[in-house]
T-cell receptor, first 120, second 109 residues
Framework: GAVVSQHPSRVICKSGTSVKIECRSL??????MFWYRQFPKQSLMLMAT?????????EQGVEKDKFLINHASLTLSTLTVTSAHPEDSSFYIC????????????????FGPGTRLTVT | SQQGEEDPQALSIQEGENATMNCSYK?????LQWYRQNSGRGLVHLIL?????REKHSGRLRVTLDTSKKSSSLLITASRAADTASYFC?????????FGQGTRLTINP
């Protein structure tokens, strides 16, 4: 199987503080990891694409300096929400794409269980 | 922007009935995927249908794809209470996924 974990599953922080969320691929190497944000009863919105060893690519409207992404290894990507505000409260979900072994084979994305961030 | 649009936004049916959800998209695709999300949880991949396929089955799931209409449907037969969840279609494949707005399905016992 392909298991992706996130830590923490829930976090409550005070406005102005920073929070780090980890995304790990447990049994495979992930060349690419994706970070999504989901507001209540809404769909997932891609925030950024993280490639191991290089800078993340952010979607339009996502502040790079506010949402810091680091993909230091093939099994770990972190998302740091800096100077968090109540409007950053959301469900953050990561996914990891396995390194494709065969050319032409679609590399499926495997999703983590999500992290519920509440900023008070 | 979200490419996929799904309808209905919410669906409530009795256990044992069939549930059909639809998804429309705007651009050309290589494949389309369906995911399930239980409340407050991550996504579970259900099924992938390629652009050259018209129908695909997996257990109680049946997915159709009409590339001429840029639409797909997910049918869950003989629904169970455990099928209560949100269902999303997504396009993009190995590249970044673009999700539809989702259908919240409630199965009443």
């Amino acid at each position: 199987g392909a298991v992706v974990s996130q830590h923490p599953s829930r976090v409550i922080c005070k406005s102005g503080t920073s929070v780090k969320i980890e995304c790990r691929s447990l049994d495979f190497q992930a060349t690419t990891m994706f970070w999504y944000r989901q507001f209540p009863k809404q769909s997932l919105m891609l925030m950024a694409t993280s490639n191991e060893g290089s800078k993340a690519t952010y979607e339009q409207g996502v502040e790079k300096d506010k949402f810091l992404i680091n993909h230091a290894s093939l099994t770990l990507s972190t998302l740091t929400v800096t100077s968090a505000h109540p409007e950053d409260s959301s469900f953050y979900i990561c996914s990891a794409r396995r390194r494709a072994r065969d050319r032409g084979r679609l590399s499926e994305q495997y999703f983590g269980p999500g992290t519920r961030l509440t900023v008070t | 922007s979200q490419q996929g649009e799904e309808d209905p936004q919410a669906l409530s049916i009795q256990e044992g009935e069939n549930a059909t959800m639809n998804c429309s998209y705007k651009t050309s695709i290589n494949n389309l995927q369906w995911y399930r999300q239980n409340s407050g949880r991550g996504l579970v991949h259900l099924i992938l249908i390629r652009s050259n396929e018209r129908e695909k089955h997996s257990g109680r799931l049946r997915v159709t794809l009409d590339t001429s209409k840029k639409s797909s449907s997910l049918l869950i037969t003989a629904s169970r209470a455990a099928d209560t969840a949100s269902y999303f279609c997504a396009t993009g494949g190995a590249q970044k996924l673009v999700f539809g707005q989702g259908t919240r399905l409630t199965i009443n016992p």
